[in-house]
């Protein structure tokens, strides 16, 4: 069988995993009130229906001193537990065990929310909260071991199969087991076994709560990766101590601090996949418990290549199931290729986190929306595919997988759909109206798919980005869609194929700011030198008006190509929202090693006033200050303007037409994959009736 290692069931103390795919702790951002909610069931259930092995939930709250972001369950609340039981079984409906992950996040919290100081083990300020915390008695720390047995004494009522304690990268044990954050001098600050002490009082006060019938782990940090923080050798020795207590069943390991080091957590594409390895694979040689490894596992070929090597005992697959479900049933069914695999992008999963909003994924518009009834035709997978190999892959009850059935198109409603252009927006069309049943053939005016997305994909380390095309080509194929390149769509074109309805993502085009002169041929658009239409060379300024990717990409681009790169833009950092995706710190470390400089509060006002015709001018805004520059080249990363033309043409003619993603507004590729996805899955049948 592919993945011997993968499919070997394991036995966590009294509890067994079928395999060894984890879906380890995140949050969600889907309670409501301090509880858990339907949405959080419906999502673990899809997982767990979705092959996983074991599945940990994100955190609960141990302490009301513990409220760190608004959607936070509260676990020490007695009214957790019929939410509690909703999701233990809706989980165990598919015969999969669940853990909850029970925490107190110590000094890496704002009282914000709980109106309360903050609790840790000295007054040391997080970097990121910014907000001195008391330092707690020994009263207090009395109940914050009271609280975590309480908690876990709710959860085991609650249905759940046993409690991991987060130890690791936003936790008072953390902040007990730091030097960096303990300056404590009492018998909980000092040598490390005095800074372990918490630890082991918690562990012992959870395992007399749960007893012998639940598992207990306890998630570590395997290097702050901060100054005085504690590195590898020292989880070696803490895993040694958790081993000793004779209590623990096994230990998960992850690496950060959420706060100082977050971006080396959820690594985006920029970090190597595996690149947390060394936490595991050292803690296991010390330990004989089973050992977690967690970190960009991004297919199963390599989750089964750490087990085989003896890295670790479980993978933790989190934005891999995150983006898609049926990650472990796939791989189990021997169709690995069909796994939508995650891009490391961030954008709609920790991006979102980072604003308060609920968990969501780029390519996956399901993902959040596991407890919502599908109320159009676009059922799931389950309909297309029935594969031999692995139970996991047979037997699983997929979410709408029945209204599917029902709802797909017959003889009489199938329609054919002619979608214009191949971008994530098109080919997600196209994919929800061919799950639908419909007839479909995508058209793309390029030689090749992915519009903008494919450009994005062609810079320094970001060809990940490229895999949402990969994964929907792959999908289209399956489904049987038909993609026709080098083909220009217009009016005599639509009325010549006579589809009964049009989806136009035709996408959106750069746009000359204001200020440009009209003859200014030394400025160019980010996608004309992605698209090597341009050559940029000697000099050049970027204009960051977009404060993502673009401006950043194409400077590395330049850098590299040799060009002395400034970017200036008139936020107040460039690249702004590479902070949501934690893309920003790596960035810097990048731009300062490739020369590129960072300009910021600059606003574009013209060019060539004064002579000469390249000066670049601009406003220094806060201060109201003149400032010229006099690159060669100008890259402009700047707002596009949306392709309506053929969406104007087609709607007095008659034909049924809609449009998604960037012709109707350009934003980013979510917004693109989302509307694709209702699109294709409301092909209207009025329309098709009629006909
Ligand atoms: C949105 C998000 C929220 C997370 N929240 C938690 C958390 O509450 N507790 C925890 O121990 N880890 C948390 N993590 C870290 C994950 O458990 C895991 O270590 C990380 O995502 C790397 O694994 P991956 O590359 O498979 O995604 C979170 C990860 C993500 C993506
Ligand atoms: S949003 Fe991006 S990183 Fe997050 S799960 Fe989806 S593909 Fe992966």
């Excluded at 968990?359 to 035709?377: Q, V």
């Excluded at 993502?505 to 090597?532: C, H, I, K, M, S």
């Excluded at 007095?652 to 507004?665: F, K, L, N």
Aim: charged share 20%; glycine share 10%.
């Amino acid at each position: 069988m592919a993945y011997r290692y993968l499919w070997t069931p394991l036995a966590i103390g009294p509890i067994t995993a079928r395999n060894r795919i984890v879906f380890s702790a995140h949050l969600t951002n889907y309670a409501r009130d301090g509880l858990p909610t339907a949405q959080h069931a419906a999502y673990y259930a899809a997982r767990a229906a979705g092959g996983a092995g074991l599945i940990i939930t994100e955190e609960h709250s141990t302490h009301p001193t513990d409220w760190p972001y608004e959607k936070l369950i509260h676990g020490f609340h007695r009214e957790v537990i019929p939410g509690y039981r909703e999701i233990t079984e809706a989980v165990h409906r598919h015969r999969v065990p669940i853990f909850a992950q029970i925490n107190h996040n110590g000094g890496q919290a704002s009282s914000m929310y709980s109106r309360l100081p903050v609790w840790a083990p000295s007054a040391v300020a997080d970097p990121l909260f910014r907000e001195v915390p008391k330092a707690v008695t020994h009263a207090e720390i009395d109940e914050i071991v009271a609280g975590y047995a309480q908690v876990a004494t709710n959860c085991a009522e609650g249905g759940f199969d046993g409690i991991e304690l987060q130890c690791s990268h936003s936790s008072i044990v953390r902040g007990f087991l730091s030097p960096a954050t303990n300056r404590r001098t009492d018998r909980y600050g000092g040598s490390l076994e005095n800074r372990a002490r918490l630890m082991i009082d918690i562990v012992d006060a959870v395992r007399t709560a749960i007893g012998p019938g639940l598992a207990l782990g306890v998630r570590l940090c395997g290097d702050e990766l901060i100054e005085h923080g504690t590195t590898i050798d020292d989880a070696v020795e803490v895993a040694r101590m958790v081993e000793a207590t004779g209590q623990v069943d096994y230990i998960n390991t992850s690496i950060g601090v959420a706060t100082a080091s977050l971006f080396m957590i959820e690594a985006s594409m920029h970090i190597p996949p595996g690149y947390a390895m060394f936490i595991p694979s050292a803690i296991r040689k010390a330990v004989e418990l089973p050992v977690v490894g967690v970190g960009r596992f991004k297919d199963p070929l390599q989750a089964e290549r750490a087990l085989a090597e003896g890295h670790c005992d479980l993978v933790g697959v989190v934005r891999g199931q995150i983006a898609d479900a049926e990650f472990a049933a796939k791989a189990r069914a021997g169709a690995t290729d069909e796994i939508r695999l995650c891009l490391s992008c961030n954008q709609e999963c920790v991006g979102r986190m980072g604003l308060n909003r609920w968990l969501g994924c780029i390519e996956n518009p399901r993902t959040g929306k596991e407890a919502t009834t599908r109320s159009r035709p676009g059922g799931t997978e389950a309909t297309t595919r029935s594969r031999p190999g692995g139970t996991e892959a047979t037997t699983r009850s997929r979410p709408g997988g029945t209204e599917a059935t029902t709802r797909r198109a017959t003889a009489a409603t199938k329609a054919s759909v002619m979608v214009v252009g191949a971008g994530p927006g098109g080919l997600q069309a196209a994919i929800a109206a061919a799950r639908a049943g419909h007839r479909v053939t995508v058209y793309e005016k390029q030689r090749h798919p992915g519009g903008q997305v494919r450009l994005a994909a062609s810079v320094p380390n970001r060809a990940e980005f490229g895999d949402i095309i990969r994964n929907q080509l792959a999908e289209c194929r399956r489904l049987g869609v038909t993609v026709e390149y080098g083909v220009s769509v217009w009016a005599g074109l639509v009325a010549e194929r006579a589809p009964d309805h049009v989806i136009l993502a035709t996408g959106a085009e750069p746009q000359r700011p204001w200020w440009v002169p009209v003859d200014a041929d030394n400025v160019v658009d980010v996608r004309d030198v992605l698209d090597g239409s341009a050559e940029p060379a000697g000099d050049v300024v970027v204009i960051d008006e977009l404060g993502f990717h673009q401006a950043t990409s194409v400077a590395e681009l330049l850098a590299d190509r040799g060009c002395k790169v400034e970017i200036i833009t008139n936020g107040m950092v460039v690249g702004q929202d590479l902070g949501i995706t934690l893309d920003m710190e790596n960035w810097w470390m990048r731009a300062g090693a490739k020369g590129i400089t960072q300009s910021t509060d600059l606003v574009a006002m013209g060019m060539g006033n004064p002579a000469p015709r390249r000066a670049l001018n601009l406003l220094h805004h806060p201060t109201g200050t003149e400032v010229t520059r006099t690159p060669d080249w100008v890259v402009l990363a700047v707002p596009a303007n949306p392709v309506e033309w053929l969406y104007h043409e087609l709607r007095g003619t008659g034909v049924s037409v809609e449009r998604v993603g960037d012709c109707i507004a350009p934003r980013r590729a979510h917004a693109a994959v989302i509307e694709g996805e209702r699109a294709g899955a409301s092909v209207p049948r009025s329309t098709i009736l009629s006909r």
